[in-house]
């Protein structure tokens, strides 16, 4: 029996509508609709229609990000030093962070790049924002950003599986070592980042978080300057328990011997950290925070 007419059209209509969604879905599968809006580390907000298939970074830090947030794959142009992981030594360089080849970026056509705030040349970065390139200003001052930059920059990238398990990794590992030494006796620190100048950091540093979350406090911390100058007198004067320094020569503490009466020399705590785990505000400064973790449990049994 045939369908009425009514009937008929009804059935067309569906079996139009159907194949409509049908390729609707098709079309959405392989044109993923992935609009993002956030927040970057200066307020600014960064908003793509599209997830960011060409980034090209402008820090060593950034490149640690954007990989471990599951965009590797999508990195086009990496800064100076951009060395870890090593799939991001084959990556095209795009110069220094304070001294970047602008035509080489926009040789590339990123959709995103990922600057550092206080590294990155402000007025190059202004530049490719009249190129109407999309910039996220990266500048990681504590964990809970390091984990939310994991999480944005995944956002941005349309890897938010592979971003979202990195920040929560990245916590549960911060929470272990909070629960161990969160109870620990405190130990005077001074961190030389470098040794003419003598210069430090001050408790806005994320290295300064490394240390409060192990027991240590910083002998200067309370100075208004991120990275002070200061003096070898102030230094013997507030006879740190510990001196640390991260990267440089291999004598890079050596004149602190000539003080038998300094406390860390005394007790022979004097210890050369990994630069790279804590110089950059990435993924892997949690590496360097159980380094600095297990430095200071040894401190603490030479009382």
């Known amino acids: 029996m045939r369908p009425t007419r009514p009937a008929a059209i009804w059935l067309q209509a569906r079996h139009r509508l159907g194949l409509a969604c049908l390729f609707c879905c098709a079309w959405l599968a392989s044109n993923p609709a992935h609009s993002a809006t956030v927040i970057d580390d200066e307020g600014n907000t960064v908003t793509l229609a599209t997830p960011a298939r060409r980034i090209v970074s402008l820090a060593p830090h950034v490149t640690e990000l954007l990989y471990a947030a599951g965009a590797g794959a999508a990195v086009v142009g990496v800064s100076?030093?951009?060395?870890?992981?090593?799939?991001?030594?084959?990556?095209?360089?795009?110069?220094?962070?304070?001294?970047?080849?602008?035509?080489?970026?926009?040789?590339?056509?990123?959709?995103?790049?990922?600057?550092?705030?206080?590294?990155?040349?402000?007025?190059?970065?202004?530049?490719?924002?009249?190129?109407?390139?999309?910039?996220?200003?990266?500048?990681?001052?504590?964990?809970?950003?390091?984990?939310?930059?994991?999480?944005?920059?995944?956002?941005?990238?349309?890897?938010?599986?592979?971003?979202?398990?990195?920040?929560?990794?990245?916590?549960?590992?911060?929470?272990?070592?909070?629960?161990?030494?969160?109870?620990?006796?405190?130990?005077?620190?001074?961190?030389?980042?470098?040794?003419?100048?003598?210069?430090?950091?001050?408790?806005?540093?994320?290295?300064?978080?490394?240390?409060?979350?192990?027991?240590?406090?910083?002998?200067?911390?309370?100075?208004p300057q991120l990275a002070p100058t200061v003096s070898r007198e102030a230094v013997l004067a507030q006879d740190p328990e510990v001196i640390f320094s991260a990267g440089g020569a291999a004598d890079e503490l050596a004149d602190w011997r000539r003080f038998p009466q300094l406390s860390a020399v005394a007790h022979d705590n004097l210890f050369r950290l990994d630069a790279d785990l804590l110089s950059r505000a990435g993924p892997r400064i949690v590496d360097g925070t159980e380094q600095i973790c297990r430095q200071l449990e040894l401190v603490r049994s030479r009382r």
């Open 80 to 223: 100076q030093y951009s060395d870890y992981p090593p799939a991001a030594r084959k990556v095209a360089s795009v110069g220094g962070a304070s001294a970047l080849d602008l035509e080489q970026i926009i040789t590339l056509k990123p959709d995103l790049v990922v600057a550092w705030h206080s590294g990155s040349s402000a007025a190059q970065i202004a530049k490719l924002r009249t190129l109407a390139i999309p910039v996220f200003e990266s500048e990681p001052r504590d964990f809970a950003t390091v984990a939310s930059s994991l999480e944005r920059l995944a956002q941005l990238a349309g890897t938010e599986t592979a971003g979202n398990a990195a920040a929560a990794a990245f916590r549960a590992r911060l929470a272990r070592l909070d629960a161990a030494y969160r109870s620990r006796p405190p130990v005077r620190v001074f961190y030389q980042v470098w040794r003419k100048p003598l210069m430090t950091l001050n408790d806005a540093h994320l290295v300064s978080a490394a240390l409060r979350l192990c027991g240590g406090r910083n002998v200067f911390g309370a100075l």
